[in-house]
């Protein structure tokens, strides 16, 4: 089609006009692009791997899609929202999981430690609840996210943000619980602060938990004429509760009254909701050569410290439905929901040596040492705790001993002399590093 130059030249305006149209449009957009990646932080396609801005509180409390970091912590509802995590609280609210792409994670109100894929990190800082939420350390993002969501964490120096590496690039560098114990006193400076009292205002015991062994279903230890565990431990343990009240004056709850079956957590689970400052599980013992005998004092460790405490806590761990030893993963599930036991390993191991020579001072037993091992029913307990073994059940003179009314108030009376001399301690300051 012919066209005059007048024609020529508006044809060319009009195309100009179109083109300067569509670059606007090009700017506009690229513009509005790169606002929304500030504004919500959507993570920027880089090689499989992905950049998440951090924003601190303090500008306009954050933006949807940032984590929100307050004084070097995190709220978990922001890592949750950003990584789309699944949570679970226990029905106490101070355990939490974690749970995403590529595993889980447990964190424990209080505690530095992080559980992951049955081994630990110790972050710098406890998970802990600020300002009404719950918080974590930055370290968090680097040393536990990677196992929850299933890929490696890295921040950049200036702690602005994350480069979260393609999946299946998650780890998890942790430590087994054979080597927690060196962290204990790590994680009581770092995490339990006690608190504040006037001076010489020291309080002694207020309430103590015992927790007569086995009931219901499991019967414990049987002696060779008929006598069952269940049956002697409780009655040991409502002599101490009596003793304890008329002569003491202190609370005293019993994990179980008759014959019926608690389970593992709910035993803690009544130290901890009464706010126990003392937690005692009664057992009796046994083993295949009738002439041992004794007293013997356990307290937690997450490994055995021989093989008679190992073979010991294997037993009376399958009796509350944990298996095996510190190496198999239901007790490593189990451990966890109890780290805060680890505050208390010293002062549990101090009491438990007092429960041990006043039982073989007054009972004139063979000594058998105190002894730790990975005993389930001592983990979750937020206060010191300690098993006592109140003889061989399956030695015939012991047996027969254990039967005597006079002879349980008499090991009710030593382990009341224990609890007392542990009571003193507190009122004087000599023991107790804080209340619950």
């Known amino acids: 089609m012919f066209l005059n130059p007048t024609s020529r030249v508006f044809s060319r305006g009009i195309f100009n006009a179109l083109e300067e149209i569509r670059m606007r449009r090009f700017y506009i957009a690229v513009i509005l692009l790169a606002v929304c990646v500030a504004l919500t932080g959507t993570p920027v396609d880089a090689g499989n791997s992905t950049t998440i801005l951090l924003k601190n509180l303090s500008v306009s409390g954050g933006h949807p899609g940032s984590l929100k970091v307050n004084n070097g912590r995190i709220d978990i509802d922001s890592i949750v929202s950003v990584f789309s995590l699944r949570t679970s609280v226990?029905?106490?609210?101070?355990?939490?999981?974690?749970?995403?792409?590529?595993?889980?994670?447990?964190?424990?109100?209080?505690?530095?430690?992080?559980?992951?894929?049955?081994?630990?990190?110790?972050?710098?800082?406890?998970?802990?609840?600020?300002?009404?939420?719950?918080?974590?350390?930055?370290?968090?993002?680097?040393?536990?996210?990677?196992?929850?969501?299933?890929?490696?964490?890295?921040?950049?120096?200036?702690?602005?943000?994350?480069?979260?590496?393609?999946?299946?690039?998650?780890?998890?560098?942790?430590?087994?619980?054979?080597?927690?114990?060196?962290?204990?006193?790590?994680?009581?400076?770092?995490?339990?602060?006690?608190?504040?009292?006037?001076?010489?205002?020291?309080?002694?015991?207020?309430?103590?938990?015992?927790?007569?062994?086995?009931?219901?279903?499991?019967?414990?230890?049987?002696?060779?004429?008929?006598?069952?565990?269940?049956?002697?431990?409780?009655?040991?343990?409502?002599?101490?509760k009596n003793m304890l009240e008329e002569d003491l004056g202190v609370k005293v709850v019993l994990t179980r009254t008759a014959d019926y079956y608690v389970g593992l957590k709910e035993r803690t689970a009544i130290a901890n909701n009464n706010r126990a400052d003392l937690f005692m599980s009664v057992h009796a013992n046994a083993a295949f050569r009738k002439t041992v005998q004794g007293y013997e004092t356990y307290y937690l460790s997450f490994s055995a410290s021989d093989l008679e405490a190992s073979q010991l806590a294997q037993v009376e761990n399958k009796a509350l439905g944990v298996d095996g030893g510190a190496g198999d993963a239901p007790l490593l599930e189990a451990i966890l929901w109890d780290m805060a036991q680890l505050e208390f390993i010293n002062e549990s191991g101090s009491f438990a040596s007092q429960v041990q020579k006043s039982l073989v001072r007054s009972m004139k037993g063979k000594d058998r040492g105190v002894r730790q091992a990975p005993l389930a029913v001592l983990m979750g307990a937020r206060m010191p705790a300690t098993l006592v073994e109140i003889g061989f059940i399956s030695n015939p003179s012991e047996e027969i001993k254990l039967n005597r009314d006079s002879h349980q108030e008499r090991i009710a009376r030593a382990l009341f002399d224990a609890i007392s001399d542990y009571n003193r301690e507190l009122i004087r300051g000599e023991a107790g590093r804080g209340r619950p």
């Open 90 to 240: 226990d029905i106490m609210g101070d355990r939490l999981d974690l749970v995403g792409d590529g595993g889980s994670c447990r964190l424990l109100l209080g505690s530095s430690l992080v559980l992951s894929r049955g081994l630990f990190a110790v972050l710098t800082e406890p998970f802990d609840t600020v300002n009404g939420k719950m918080s974590v350390p930055l370290d968090f993002l680097t040393k536990a996210l990677p196992a929850v969501i299933g890929k490696s964490v890295a921040m950049d120096r200036n702690r602005q943000s994350l480069k979260v590496g393609p999946g299946g690039s998650g780890s998890f560098k942790g430590v087994g619980p054979e080597k927690l114990d060196r962290y204990a006193s790590f994680i009581q400076r770092g995490q339990f602060e006690p608190q504040s009292r006037g001076e010489n205002s020291y309080e002694g015991l207020r309430v103590v938990v015992l927790d007569p062994g086995h009931g219901g279903r499991s019967d414990g230890a049987r002696g060779s004429t008929g006598t069952v565990e269940k049956d002697l431990v409780l009655s040991v343990s409502q002599k101490l």
